[in-house]
C-alpha cells in the first residue's frame, strides 16, 4: 500500500513562528502536492512539486514556501505564522502516469492552530 | 481550469442506490474526470476517473454524457459508512502539471 505520512496530527504555533510541515512518501512518486482544507471552503492547492527541486504555485500560495530536496519528501514552510493559517493541512502524493491520471494519495492531515 | 457545480448535501436511506451530479460546462479536451471520497479527519480517497461513457469498478460507477459537461457518480446500494464527502474534478492536463482542483464537495449522509 502507498503510504504517505505527516509529521504531525495536531500542531499548535505562535504568531510569527517559523512552521515547518514534513511530508513523506514510500512509493517512488514524482508528484507531490500540499492542500489547506478550511470548512465551506473545501480543499485548495497551495503548491506542488513534480520533480525534486521543482515547485509550482497553486491556487493560494501567499504566506507559504516549499522544498523538495528527496524525491520521498516535501516540506511546506510558514515563514511567520499567522492566526489565518489555521487549518487543516494535508499532503498527498501521485505518479504521472503519462499525464492521463489523477489518483492522488493523501496523508492524514496536520491540523494547525496559531495562536 | 475548469471549475466544478455539485450539490452541498444529499440524504439517502441505506440499501439506495445515490446518485451525485457534477457540471463542468468549462471541460477542456484533454481533462478528465475523477471523484474522491473524504472522511472525517482523513485525507481524501480516490473513488473513480474517466474521460468519456461509463466506467465501473468495485466502488463506484460514473457516468459521462456525450459532451462532457456534467457527470454522475453512482453509488449503488449505499450503507452508514458511506457517509462522507464526495469531490468532483477535472483535471488540468496542461504540459508537466497534474493540478487538481477540488471544489466544495457534496456531504453524503447515510439514514439508516
Known amino acids: 500500500d502507498v503510504k504517505v505520512t505527516q509529521s504531525s496530527r495536531y500542531l499548535v504555533k505562535r504568531t510569527g513562528e517559523k512552521v515547518f510541515l514534513e511530508c513523506v512518501q514510500d512509493m517512488d512518486h514524482e508528484n507531490m502536492f500540499w492542500y489547506r482544507q478550511d470548512p465551506g471552503l473545501g480543499l485548495r492547492l497551495i503548491y506542488f512539486?513534480?520533480?525534486?527541486?521543482?515547485?509550482e504555485k497553486g491556487d493560494i500560495p501567499e504566506g507559504y514556501s516549499v522544498s523538495r530536496e528527496k524525491k520521498e519528501r516535501f516540506s511546506l514552510i510558514l515563514e511567520s505564522a499567522s492566526t489565518n493559517q489555521t487549518s487543516m493541512y494535508l499532503c498527498?502524493?501521485?505518479?504521472?502516469?503519462?499525464?492521463?491520471?489523477?489518483?492522488?494519495?493523501f496523508g492524514p492531515g496536520t491540523r494547525l492552530t496559531v495562536t | 481550469l475548469a471549475k466544478t457545480t455539485q450539490p452541498i448535501s444529499m440524504d439517502s436511506y441505506e440499501g439506495q442506490e445515490v446518485n451525485i451530479t457534477c457540471s463542468h460546462n468549462?471541460?477542456?479536451?484533454?481533462?478528465?474526470i475523477t471523484w474522491y471520497q473524504q472522511f472525517p479527519s482523513q485525507g481524501p480517497r480516490f473513488i473513480i476517473q474517466?474521460?468519456?461513457t461509463k466506467v465501473t469498478n468495485e466502488v463506484a460507477s460514473l457516468f459521462i454524457p456525450a459532451d462532457r459537461k456534467s457527470s454522475t457518480l453512482s453509488l449503488p446500494r449505499v450503507s452508514l459508512s458511506d457517509t462522507a464527502v464526495y469531490y468532483c474534478?477535472?483535471?488540468?492536463?496542461?504540459?508537466?502539471?497534474?493540478?487538481?482542483?477540488f471544489g466544495k464537495g457534496t456531504k453524503l449522509s447515510v439514514i439508516p
Open positions: 468549462n471541460i477542456a479536451t484533454n481533462d478528465y
Open positions: 474534478l477535472v483535471g488540468d492536463s496542461g504540459a508537466g502539471s497534474y493540478q487538481l482542483t
Open positions: 498527498a502524493s501521485s505518479t504521472p502516469s503519462g499525464g492521463t491520471s489523477y489518483e492522488q494519495y
Open positions: 474517466g474521460y468519456k
Open positions: 512539486s513534480y520533480d525534486v527541486k521543482m515547485k
